[in-house]
């Protein structure tokens, strides 16, 4: 018995298995072990979803032409820039690819508010918050990633920025009723939206310290996934709606576990002034801190039962993941127990450490996130922390007066010992002293971290 299958019906089921796709792509991208596949599950949907779109969305030849060519410019592109950039360059890269989506949202949103076609009001509305919001995610996104690539190196800040921001954002949302309700006198308002609209992007991020990148990079990618599936709506494409609400969805859970491990709210995040200066802070360093060389590190850790090593954002500027990994190696060799402890907000991006790692071959079960492995800091003889600074500031549990005060941290000043590698004598990225370093079994190895990773190497095996 024939069944007819009309052309609305399949594009329909095609989306629905490339929804599968996508969920299960994501789900698979929770556990490092499956994150790799979880992303050729998505890329397959979306590749599904792409080629359905194409084959039936009736559009001209030349149009079709035109869009392939754009998705094979665009492809070639993600292509060679994915090869060539560095890990240390992995944040900025994100942030400028979660860009160029709210941006494509935002021409979705153009392209219907200039056509001049006739839309019911609830149409022009959904086009108008998915625009606002990709104009913002684009605008916003890119300021990260000049500010990530060292474009931009200070954070820009005056008195009355939030009034100025709540007024951008009151004359973004005036524009917008005028468009959705009609009053509009033609296209100059719809110009004026927009501007404004990638105005309040600029001006939200601008204020925004280094140190709370993480947070800022998942909520524009939450964003970013809200447009897209505003703009699904408009288009009424499934595949976008659905598309669009899993990134969504994906990136506010993101974005709320980055600001609880913080502990702070995302209003903090994005209006506050923190890491402005040390001084604000009320930092409680007490003590000198005391340098260590690399031999006698060495000899510390080849004699060690246990050690937790913590790295941060000095690793991946060193690129020191591949000689840390082997120093791993060697003391547990040794017969030592070696373990990773990993922040979520350590680096600049959400799971930064956990890619660099992954990127050295360092074995799954050896990487702890700060819930498994803070209990253990106590039995550890030593522990290693590279180039990380906030993540494991004590302040942040006794000092009421510090910025940071009440974030979760890794306890690393519960060790035994600690030693600390680290560039110089200076600040952290988001300004604060750290306690950590001042203290009596505190000691610092300063240099380079790949560097001085080389030198305990050494060490170690001169210790025999």
Known sequence: MNFPVNTQTLTQLSYLAAAALFILGLKRMSSPVTAVSGVRWAGVGMLLATIVTLAFMGASSLNLMLVIAAIAIGGILAWVSGKRVAMT????????????????????AA????????????????????????????????????????????????????????????????LGFMVVSG??????????????????????TLPIGGADMPVVISLYNALTGLAVGFEGFVLDNAAMIIAGTVVGAAGTLLTQLMAKAMNRSLSNVLFSNFGESSAAGGTSVTGTQKAIEASDAGVM????QKIIIVPGYGLAVAQAQHKVWELAQLLIDHGVKVRFAIHPVAGRMPGHMNVLLAEAGVPYDLISDIDEINAEFETADVALIIGANDVVNPDARTNANSPIYGMPILSADKAKNVIVIKRGQGQG???????LFGLDQTRMLYGDAQAAVSQLIQAVKAAG
């Open 301 to 304: 850790m080849a004699y060690s």
């Open 89 to 108: 360059d992995m944040p900025q890269m994100i942030a400028l690819y979660n860009g160029m989506g709210g941006g494509a949202a935002a021409a979705i």
């Open 111 to 174: 392209v219907e508010l200039y056509g001049g076609n006739e839309h019911s009001p609830t149409h022009l509305t959904i086009a108008v918050i998915g625009g606002f919001i990709g104009a913002v995610s684009f605008s916003g996104s890119l300021i990260a990633f000049a500010k990530l690539q060292g474009l931009i190196t200070k954070s820009v800040r005056f008195g009355g920025q939030r009034f100025l921001n709540l007024a951008i954002l009151l004359i973004t949302l005036a």
């Open 183 to 204: 009053m509009h006198a033609g296209l100059p308002a719809v110009s004026l939206f927009f501007v404004f609209a990638l105005s309040l992007g600029i001006a939200m």
């Open 429 to 435: 990225f988001s300004g604060i002293d750290n306690a």
